[in-house]
């Protein structure tokens, strides 16, 4: 725990005259889960894409580190060694499940998928290893060989999740996982990723505009508006003692049930 | 007798933007030191501040001057000044809060609700979740409600889970927000007889009790918060 594993620093992101994000910098350690906030259109979902490599940012950097101690910049990478991080190293959970997912081929090609690309190649043990995560994501493995796209929203976003663990990733970027989905549903997919992220002692990023949800799972909070931070600081310290104004009017809009 | 927590000269204002920028001076100044094993109870009329010193304490609320150290590793660590990963660390190794709502996943069994601190601080699973269940026993919820989630519980049992959770891993201070305050009689009992085991078993407790009975049976040092002025400048 010396080091940062993630260290974003001053990253900008422009669409034409439109700055998406700006001067954006983040420290993320091991094990940490950080929340990132705000309206859509802040920019968070832009940032997480720059951060997590399916965007290139105008200027700035981010920098991971690996477990040997070297410091990986992300803009030196060559096309092929970062698609291979972010099989490996990284995971990325999409708010739309048919964008993380291949709907032509079964539940069970979708997780091997990333088993082949780490190397494992007995198709018995790559099933089996399937059938495990199935389980863990709480799938009935006979379900294996059914197509995604005979799932339910709920279920495609637990396969989803299933497909990016099994290849036991260090840091995974979520953007709104739980969007879309009926409350149940939610609350149900809350426990399983926390659950997940304590077993396997995962550091992560995620992108939400539910504070409720960044409450449950996250240690750290950003709020973000207009490609700026607007506040940072512990989850409790910022929607219980938000400082900005608008912090103060993100946390005062939410519903009591 | 050691201090664990030193306030000095501690002051909390909010701002509220969206309210024409009023300003709410809640606490002015106010200095105090807790030992090892001593119980302060916190005093003074609704509004008066004790929930938010409490919550100050926590870290949970950001103060505007003044300085809030801990004893920790053999040396000082001012809370008022630390990182946010400091801060967990902190509260993991040394600090216990009871809110007084419970805020957890949907659908999350109360078992696993209150062995969860403990397992966070390297406990095996197994025996956390003995120890919890020991706690929630003694609490008298029924072993029937373990495997259910807390939040269709009643006010009174989901206060009981609460202070189970928060006595599930050991700390050295434990802050209590109203720990009896939707309580029959006989839990009450029980809870204060937990909290005076606390102080027993070397912890430090900083609480509101509403009731001053209450603060007589656990023996509480008394801080008067409606005179918190004259407080910050003794």
Redesign the interface.
Known sequence: MTAPLLSVGNLTKRFGATTACSGISFDLWPGEVLGIVGESGSGKTTLLQCVAGLQSADEGSVAYHLDDGHRIELSTLSEPALRRMQRTEWAFIHQHPHLGLRMNVSAGANIGERLMANQWQHYGNIRSEAEKWLQAVEIDSSRIDDLPSTYSGGMQQRLQIARNLVSKPKLVFMDEPTGGLDVSVQARLLDLIRNLVRKFGLSVVIVTHDLAVARLLSSRLIVMRNGEIIEEGLTDQVLEDPQSAYSQLLVSSILQV | MHSILKITKLQKK?????QNGAVLDVLRGISLEVGEREIVALCGPSGIGKSSLL?ALY????VNGGTIEYWLDDQWLDLTRAT??E??NLRKMMIGYVSQFL??????PTLDIVAEPA??LGESEEAARQRAADLLDKLRIPEELFSLSPLTFSGGEQQRVNIARALSAPRKLTLFDEPTASLDPVNRRTVLEMIAHLRESGNAIVGIFHDARDREILGAREIDLSIQDELSHA
Request: charged residues 25%; hydrophobic residues 45%.
């Open positions: 909010f701002l509220l933007h969206n919550k870290g949970t609320y950001r946010a990963r801060i967990l805020r957890v996943i949907p659908r999350v397992i966070e």
